[in-house]
């Protein structure tokens, strides 16, 4: 996607100085600035950190460490660390695990003096396959906002709704629940988006970003504005993104995507995810009993970063001594999911949807 007119990726392998480079989005929307990562704990401290965030990119990036770490160190002990360390960064989003197991179990055949070339070149693939997932949810996902067009009066918008940022800077490129949209936008249809601002960390604000950046209309809203919105009948359809899914379709999702979802059951509007195949986690079936849940620091709840005239500045919004409580995500029940828009098409949030699409996965 574009930035100032400039084309970019989330993060991209910079061959001149032989390191990563990642959008730094703690300063986003405010301010652009890129992150060039010269360590492993660079690299950890980038997840953790969130200066990368989503599932998908976090996924890339961990992918990416792991072959820094290689370059420097090709022994197996080097690389266990390596793995340890990137994985005790976030221990929801599947996707970490994901990449770090297939890079693992890619190199751990290979002589020491071949491990470092082929982890780089494996996290290239990585990283282009993610672009190419989420191009293809982008095109599903078009059908069905194409089909409720289809069903409005010429000129009048299909109204979605989207919780947190599933968009491209949560990803490589395109992003998950924001690539209908923009696959929409560019084919012609009239859109405008609810963007939740999705506290505590406002990364809804991201999502405004990117929607305004491409030219799509939005209203950037607060978190509870969107059940009343619904109720109103002003939403078609709801798109989140998702963190890690169970084999039989429980959503684990930015903290308040259930209450979207409960709004979105009772005023029959349609909820959909838009979920990438490496975001299921096949050893999991009960998301709320088996899916961990981050505990965040409490200052991402107690403090708020925004700028004023002197610049970008975080200020405390509680009283001083009251403690903060920051569960980062929560799950969706299958049942309150109406479909599941993956790289494949679009299956009902069950086992047997899921592995009608990826059976070769469900085998496993």
């Known amino acids: 996607m574009k930035v100032n007119g400039t084309p970019y990726r989330s993060l991209w392998w910079d061959d001149q100085a032989q390191a990563l480079k990642i959008i730094d989005q703690r300063w986003l929307p405010h301010d652009f600035r890129i992150q060039q990562l010269d360590s492993l704990a660079d690299y950890c401290t980038a997840i953790r950190d969130m200066h990368v965030r989503g599932a998908p990119l976090i996924g890339a990036t961990a992918a990416y460490g792991m072959a820094f770490a290689l370059r420097r160190h090709p022994s197996g002990t080097s690389m266990d660390e390596a793995y340890d360390r990137l994985h005790a960064t976030r221990p929801t989003a599947i996707n970490l695990r994901w990449a770090l197991d297939r890079v693992k179990a890619a190199i751990t055949p290979l002589e020491p003096r071949d491990r470092a070339a082929a982890a780089l070149a494996l996290a290239h693939e990585i990283a282009d396959e993610d672009v190419e997932i989420n191009r293809c949810i982008g095109l599903h996902g078009l059908a069905l ?142 998301g709320l009993a088996e899916i961990p849940i981050e505990d965040r620091p409490e200052r991402e709840i107690t403090h708020v970063q925004g700028r004023d005239s002197r610049g970008i500045a975080m200020v405390q919004v509680t009283p001083d001594g009251t403690p903060g409580g920051n569960p980062a995500f929560d799950v969706t029940p299958a049942r309150l999911v109406t479909g599941l828009i993956t790289e494949r098409g679009v299956c009902e949030a069950s086992e047997a949807g899921l592995a009608g699409l990826f059976p070769e996965m469900a085998a496993q």
């Open 145 to 286: 906002i194409r089909a409720i067009a289809e069903t409005k009066p010429a000129g009048e918008p299909v109204r979605l709704l989207t919780h947190c940022n599933a968009g491209w800077l949560a990803t490589v490129d395109w992003g998950t629940a924001t690539s209908p949209m923009y696959h929409a936008h560019d084919a012609g249809l009239p859109l405008h988006v609810w963007v939740d601002e999705t506290r505590p960390r406002n990364q809804g604000a991201l999502t405004a970003w990117e929607l305004g950046s491409h030219g799509i209309s939005h209203s950037y809203i607060t978190d509870n504005a969107g059940g009343h919105l619904m109720q109103q009948g002003l939403v078609d359809m709801v798109i989140t993104g998702t963190d890690r899914t169970t084999r039989r379709g429980d959503v684990c999702n930015k903290i308040g995507t259930y209450l979207k979802a409960l709004a979105a059951r009772d005023n029959d509007v349609p909820f959909y995810v838009a979920l990438p195949s490496p975001t299921i986690d096949w050893t999991v079936a009960d």
